[in-house]
């Protein structure tokens, strides 16, 4: 009887032993396809494996399609490929929020540990998309978010608890993280051309490094009116004409507050350090763009009275000394630009508006000239509403 039992034992730890050695061959036959199935995907091109992912994507198969990036990222980070990381690391997050329960707020925490991970020049563009999928979210959910209060002892991981100023500073301190390495500003953005797009040719000059394109995707944000919070009783104002001054003497002012939160500040600060990084540049029109940029900043956020001469002042000089540049046009547009706004307030009977009368016959003639110094064809002037 003993045998017995001791022969149903012996049987019972073969067949676990067997069954256990067939689950170790199964799960090794499946580690082996699926180590083919990456070497397969290892010498696939990038183009190759972007062209299943779009065919998949428009016959309406995310699931197919993440599949495939989840390769494409596995490759890109072997190969240390910065450019398809960032590419794979957004298709990612955008399939992941599509498919998943509560999907874009555990794409953006999970976009947060890839960026804990990054490395340079990966985590600062990394940083800078975050920072934009934190705006993203509060944007979208603000309807909710905004009758919360500031979450305290909450679980800070969990953003369906956030309140406005938590997705605000979050926000700000990702766009000044991204731009807080010194080394973005030698990286050339043509190296990461296969993921940008400009809107033409002249794009590249305007936007020639990495920190170019970090540092105007942060001031875009903080010159956003619609970010502002309750603003404290020493907030930061723009309400010196200095500010309207060209753009060397503009980078040299100390522009202090004691408005530490405020973003019309960070943004004059940034606005500073990009003037300062083109002033010397043999081609002029990234200075030239970011100044314009710069005044109608100021222009419109202005608190105080004759922005329009302060503002019509330092155009005219700007188009003087960049007469021979072709973005001069884009100046005198704006100067024609300021005459059309004016003209409407031309009153015969008021002799304080009687200069206004000859107002568009002036814009006219400042697109004319523009048109001639620059060669182009014509010059698009739109009232500012």
Do not use: C
Request: aromatic share 12%; hydrophobic share 40%; net charge neutral.
């Amino acid at each position: 009887m003993m045998n017995n039992k001791r022969n149903i034992l012996t049987i019972a730890f073969v067949a676990i032993t067997l069954l256990g050695f067939s689950i170790t061959l199964s799960s090794y036959k499946t580690y082996q396809n699926k180590q083919k199935s990456m070497l397969k995907f290892m010498n696939d091109t990038y183009p190759e494996l972007w062209a299943k992912v779009d065919s998949l994507d428009r016959i309406g198969q995310p699931k197919s399609a993440l599949e495939i990036v989840d390769k494409i990222y596995e490759k890109a980070t072997k190969e240390e490929n910065p450019t398809q990381i960032i590419k794979a690391t957004f298709y990612m997050n955008r399939y992941n929020a599509m498919l998943e329960e509560d999907g874009l707020a555990k794409a953006i925490n999970r976009m947060s540990e890839q960026v804990e991970k990054a490395s340079f020049p990966v985590k600062p563009i990394l940083q800078s998309m975050l920072a934009e999928a934190y705006h993203g979210y509060f944007t979208n959910q603000q309807w909710k978010i905004r009758n919360r209060s500031t979450t305290v002892n909450f679980d800070k991981t969990d953003i369906q608890t956030w309140s406005e100023k938590d997705f605000v500073d979050k926000t700000i301190e990702l766009y000044l993280a991204s731009l807080s390495d010194e080394r973005i500003k030698q990286v050339k953005l043509t190296d990461f051309s296969e993921i940008l797009y400009y809107a033409d040719r002249d794009g590249i000059a305007l936007r020639s490094t990495l920190y170019d394109f970090l540092a105007h995707r942060a001031v875009d944000y903080f010159a956003n009116e619609q970010t502002y919070l309750t603003q404290p009783a020493y907030q930061f104002t723009i309400d010196k004409s200095e500010y309207f001054a060209e753009a060397e003497a503009f980078s040299k002012l100390k522009i202090e507050t004691k408005d530490t939160e405020s973003l019309k500040h960070k943004a004059m600060l940034l606005y500073q350090d990009l003037i300062k990084m083109h002033l010397n540049d043999a081609d002029k029109s990234a200075l030239i763009d970011v100044d314009l940029k710069r005044l109608s900043f100021v222009y419109n956020n202005y608190n105080g009275v004759g922005k329009n001469n302060f503002y019509e002042a330092t155009l005219q000089n700007m188009q003087k000394r960049y007469l021979d540049n072709p973005m001069s046009a884009e100046i005198a547009a704006l100067i024609a630009n300021l005459y059309i706004q004016d003209a409407p307030k031309f009153n015969h009977n008021i002799s304080d508006a009687k200069d206004y009368k000859w107002h568009f016959k002036t814009a006219h003639a400042i697109a004319t000239d523009a048109i001639k110094n620059t060669q182009i064809q014509s010059v698009q002037v739109s009232v500012k509403r």
